[in-house]
């Protein structure tokens, strides 16, 4: 593991939380017809993807991705669930821990 290896992960997790705030941005834009979630959605995207394309010069392509992934669902489904938007139970939660242990794990693996 080289040095920067911490920096990747670090960038790669702001990353993952960058694309929850656009994945929800984008629902909330209603097709792009409102411009504040529209904006926030942009440079949501902009700053989840360069993130991630910079983490991925340090990180396997298919390590990065998925943990990418795994955080912004995770935080998206989470967020609409604290707010009232989707339903909250046992199994859903216990559902999302499970993406989390994996996104874990797939960090102490590397």
Known sequence: MHLEAPVYWFV???????????????GRSEGFTRLAP???FAVGLAGSMAGLAYAMRGLPIGTAY??????GATLTAGWAMWSGEEP???VRVLLLAG????VVGLKLTH
Do not use: Y
């Not at 790669?12 to 984008?26: D, F, I, N, R, Y």
């Not at 993406?99 to 994996?102: L, Y």
């Open 88 to 90: 909250v139970s046992v």
């Open 38 to 40: 529209t904006v926030v």
């Open 66 to 71: 998925a943990v990418w992934v795994g955080i």
């Open 12 to 26: 790669l997790v702001l990353s993952g939380v960058l694309e929850a705030v656009w994945a929800t941005a984008l």
């Open 99 to 102: 993406i989390v242990g994996c």
